[in-house]
């Protein structure tokens, strides 16, 4: 069974850092593009950032650019996601996904249905 388990958030003021983690497990994603999420209460998921499965790709929403940096360790089929300068805007649940259907890259990789695989999400919140 695939599973994609999410860690690493938190409650943390604003201005602080986090890095969420991404663990796959039940096959590789080392030819996959992956990418992380985010669901503020009441809104619909967005679009953080995604890396191709060589780390030579990345997309950042531009909300996070420049505070934001994406990563990916294909020997631990993990991805991560570090956070600086954190925003209360920031607040949200993260998803992290998994391509495992597409086996490609470019901009579209920025749309959720790029993604075949999820994970439950973990909270970040960051007080003002």
């Known amino acids: 069974q695939v599973q994609l388990v999410e860690s690493g958030g938190g409650l943390v003021q604003a201005g602080d850092s986090l890095k969420l983690s991404c663990a796959a497990s039940?096959?590789?994603?080392?030819?996959?593009?992956m990418a992380w999420f985010r669901q503020a209460p009441g809104k619909e998921r967005e679009f953080v950032a995604a890396?191709?499965?060589?780390?030579?790709?990345?997309y950042y929403a531009d909300a996070v650019k420049g505070r934001f940096t994406i990563s990916r360790d294909n020997t631990k089929n993990t991805v991560y996601l570090q956070m600086n300068s954190l925003k209360p805007e920031d607040t949200a649940v993260y998803y992290c996904?998994?391509?495992?259907?597409?086996?490609?890259?470019?901009?579209?990789?920025?749309?959720?249905?790029?993604?075949?695989?999820w994970g439950q999400g973990t909270q970040v919140t960051v007080s003002s």
């Open positions: 996904a998994a391509d495992g259907k597409n086996m490609n890259w470019g901009p579209r990789k920025m749309r959720m249905d790029e993604y075949g695989y």
């Open positions: 039940g096959r590789t994603f080392s030819r996959d593009a």
């Open positions: 890396v191709s499965y060589s780390s030579m790709g990345k």
